[in-house]
């Protein structure tokens, strides 16, 4: 499973950004697909999970701001962020739980700005 992410940039504060996560390879036998950040020095941490089931899981930090979803075929994964706020400046990874095994996409920096 190769994993593509998209969509970061500069937004001030109060903005918006969609990050993108295209899924290509075997993607029928993935199961969950998530959004880690990590900003610098710090560790990375889930910010979206969203599992075959389309339950979804957003920490206290991001919720009721961002939300996840997909499409029905595992092909993209979409990160809606709003009401952006600068500790939210980070790189985004996208990953994929294929067959009980995480593949991860390589970042996408998300800075905002006051």
């Known amino acids: 499973v190769q994993l593509q992410a998209s969509g970061g940039g500069l937004v001030q504060v109060g903005g918006s950004l969609r990050l993108s996560c295209a899924a290509s390879?075997?993607?029928?036998?993935?199961?969950?697909m998530s959004w880690y950040r990590q900003a610098p020095g710090k560790q990375r941490e889930l910010v979206a999970l969203?599992?075959?089931?389309?339950?979804?899981y957003l920490p206290n930090s991001v919720r009721g701001r961002f939300t996840i979803s997909r499409d029905n075929a595992w092909k993209t994964a979409y990160l809606q962020m709003n009401n952006l706020k600068l500790e939210d400046t980070a790189v985004y990874y996208c990953?994929?739980?294929?067959?009980?095994?995480?593949?991860w996409g390589q970042g996408t920096l998300v800075t905002v700005s006051s």
């Open positions: 990953n994929a739980i294929h067959r009980d095994t995480g593949y």
């Open positions: 390879g075997d993607i029928s036998g993935i199961s969950a």
């Open positions: 969203i599992k075959s089931d389309n339950t979804s």
